[in-house]
């Protein structure tokens, strides 16, 4: 029997390059990234149905009343969550999905899917943290500093998940989330043995 795909749940804090190391994961042809639904307004060269599904707050309450997500979370003043169907069919087809959520979703995603594996990118200092965000530029100075501040608070939950990568060196990151992955999939607990 084929084994179902898995469910990694990654977040952080803005800026701590979980959308720089989730693209360079999804350059595997068996790893399947989840678009997110949000009512924040697209930033930079954001596009409808690429970054995000950007939907107004009707819509996006309506497909919460249709139980159409995953999980749904306010974040700053936005809503923001996860379509149900894609990462469904993805995960029967043995793809491997990747949610890149922030914590409160993380916490509704671990309820209901309890085999999901929660990784935590970690910014190596918050020095560096704010660097980040501000040489991303997408930023206003007020965004800046109510993610800063949020930042404080998620990096308090760190412990709760199943892992912590720090996001140092990119390639390290990236070869550090890549041995999670292997590691979960040969896992006596996942494992269906044909013999
Ligand atoms: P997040 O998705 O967590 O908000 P991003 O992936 O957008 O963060 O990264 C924030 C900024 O930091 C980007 O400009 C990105 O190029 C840069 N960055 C990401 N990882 C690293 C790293 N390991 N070293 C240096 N800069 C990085
Ligand atoms: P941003 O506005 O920077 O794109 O995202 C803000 C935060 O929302 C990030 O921590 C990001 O991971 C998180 N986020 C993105 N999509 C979802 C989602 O579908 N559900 C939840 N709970 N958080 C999300």
């Given at each position: 029997m084929k084994n179902s795909g898995l469910l990694l749940v990654i977040s952080g804090p803005a800026g701590a390059g979980k959308g720089t190391v989730v693209s360079k994961l999804v350059k595997d042809e068996n790893i399947r990234l989840s678009i997110s639904a949000t009512t924040r307004a697209p930033r930079g060269k954001e596009e409808n149905g690429r970054e995000y599904y950007f939907y107004g707050r009707e819509q996006f309450e309506k497909m919460?009343?249709?139980?159409?997500f995953i999980e749904y979370a306010q974040y700053l003043e936005n809503?923001?969550?996860?379509?149900?169907?894609p990462v469904e069919e993805w995960r029967k087809e043995g793809k491997d999905v990747i949610l890149e959520i922030e914590v409160q979703g993380c916490e509704k995603v671990k309820n209901s899917v309890p085999d999901c594996i929660s990784i935590f990118i970690m910014p190596p200092s918050m020095e560096i943290l704010e660097?980040?965000?501000?040489?991303?530029g997408t930023e206003t100075e007020e965004n800046i500093q109510k993610r800063m501040k949020r930042a404080k608070e998620e990096l308090a939950l760190a412990k709760n998940y199943d892992y912590v990568v720090v996001n140092d060196t990119l390639e390290d990151c990236v070869e550090n989330v890549k041995a999670i992955i292997t590691a979960e999939k040969l896992s006596s607990q996942r494992?269906?043995?044909d013999i």
């Open positions: 919460i009343s249709e139980n159409g809503y923001y969550g996860t379509p149900k169907r660097k980040r965000l501000r040489g991303r494992l269906s043995f």
